[in-house]
């Protein structure tokens, strides 16, 4: 009866920390990567959980039980990789060992999660969860601190928010009351976690680099971010504009659709600067320009439209603007009325218009992204192309494709056969040697 004890892994800690590839199989071969994954991280619990593995191996040794105990390791990519990873390496232990039985040891909820997959391939007799036991008392929580206050993101992320208001509090307190100043230290505190949890610094730290190395490298994008960014604060300004003039606006919609419709014209108008800066940094580049970058500024220009006109829709129906009036003109001898375009009927020419020109930018993408793929192989043919040549100059020997027509005489008369280049030479061959 052979039982085999399997140590999960779904995070691959132990690959990761020590660099071995799972599944780790064997006394001597787990006992070594104890040793490994104790040197690598002293503090991991996966240290327990391969001495817990040997511990029951060993005990079924003792009871005269064949025992196969194994680490197996999941994938860091996502957990569907890490769950697919877990079941092959099992189906190869279970198709080399035939154990009858399994006994699982774990230490967390996450390795926890991997048992079901085990009992799908072979019978489960014990799941063992390893619980390390901490040391509670005075001397345990002074290393604890000790090692929390050596962190210095640690101690600035926590101690001096902490700090901070301990020290505002009471000053706020005596000026404008303890309530209020509960009030403004905990919206102090809120923003700050919000900034930490969106990541808010990381980003700025990254917006500044790339701005820098931008203004290093001489790229044309930061002067049309600078011309985008002031053509934003045009739309802004139009937009609260146009807000003012309304009389007397009830509500929050026809305010919000009146700022919308002065002020997506200036943000479409930004929108297309910055992508045209970011086309001419790709045009000048080495590197072929990317169909995206194509299609970006046809997909603004079809989004304004869209959002424009939907604007538009809802103000006509209130009768803040006034109709889409075609005024009259003549064309030839002939004149044309005015016409008045109705509310749908404008609704309906912003979206076609809209949907019209991203199928034309994806269009013009789709063909510059065509003409990029059909260059490749030309330079592949004629570097392929050149490579019989070079080996004949070389010296080296001649195929049967590059053979010339006036080496075939020489070879006849040197070797005294007839070696058949067409279906008339071939069938000439044999009447000579019988003659």
Excluded at 161 to 172: A, M, S, W
Excluded at 419 to 425: A, I, M, N
Aim: negative net charge; glycine residues 8%; aromatic residues 4%.
């Amino acid at each position: 009866m052979t039982t085999l004890v399997v140590c999960l892994d779904r995070t691959d800690d132990v690959g990761r920390k020590t660099g071995l590839q799972s599944p780790v199989v064997g006394w001597e071969a787990v006992r070594a990567l104890v040793t490994d994954v104790g040197l690598a991280d002293p503090e991991d619990s996966g240290v327990n959980t391969l001495l817990e593995g040997l511990r029951v191996a060993q005990d079924l040794r003792d009871e005269n039980e064949e025992a196969v105990v194994a680490v197996v390791s999941g994938d860091r990519e996502s957990m569907v990789s890490a769950d697919r990873a877990v079941a092959r390496q099992l189906d190869d232990l279970i198709a080399e060992h035939d154990p009858e039985s399994a006994i699982v040891v774990i230490d967390s909820a996450e390795d926890e999660r991997l048992v079901p997959i085990v009992e799908s391939r072979v019978r489960v007799d014990s799941v063992d969860r390893v619980v390390v036991r901490q040391a509670r008392d005075i001397e345990s929580t002074y290393y604890l601190l000790k090692q929390f206050l050596a962190d210095e993101e640690l101690r600035q992320t926590v101690l001096v928010p902490l700090g901070l208001t301990l020290l505002v509090f009471p000053i706020l307190a005596m000026r404008i009351g303890a309530a209020e100043g509960a009030a403004a230290i905990t919206t102090v505190i809120g923003l700050f976690l919000l900034y930490k949890g969106f990541s808010i610094d990381e980003i700025v730290t990254g917006l500044a680099r790339r701005t820098r190395e931008s203004l290093y490298s001489g790229q044309v994008s930061v002067v049309t971010y600078v011309v985008a960014a002031g053509l934003t604060l045009v739309g802004l300004f139009a937009g609260g504009l146009g807000v003012s003039n309304l009389d007397d606006p009830a509500g929050v919609v026809i305010p919000t659709m009146q700022f919308v419709f002065n002020s997506v014209p200036w943000f479409a108008m930004a929108a297309l600067t910055a992508s045209a800066g970011r086309l001419l940094d790709e045009a000048i580049g080495e590197d072929p320009v990317r169909s995206s970058y194509l299609n970006l500024p046809f997909i603004v220009v079809a989004v304004g439209l869209v959002i424009r006109g939907f604007a538009a829709y809802f103000l006509e129906q209130q009768g803040v603007i006034d109709p889409l009036v075609v005024p009259t003109r003549v064309l030839g001898p002939l004149p044309t009325e005015g016409i008045t375009v109705a509310t749908g009927e404008r609704l309906a020419l912003y979206v076609v218009s809209a949907i019209v020109i991203s199928l034309v930018g994806a269009r013009i993408a789709a063909t510059v992204a065509t003409t990029g793929d059909d260059t490749e192989p030309v330079d592949g043919g004629e570097e392929s192309g050149s490579g019989p040549e070079s080996e004949i100059t070389d010296g080296g020997p001649e195929t049967s494709g590059n053979r010339s027509s006036d080496s075939t005489p020489e070879r006849d008369d040197a070797d005294g056969t007839h070696e058949s280049t067409s279906p008339l030479e071939s069938d000439t061959a044999p009447s000579e040697s019988t003659r």
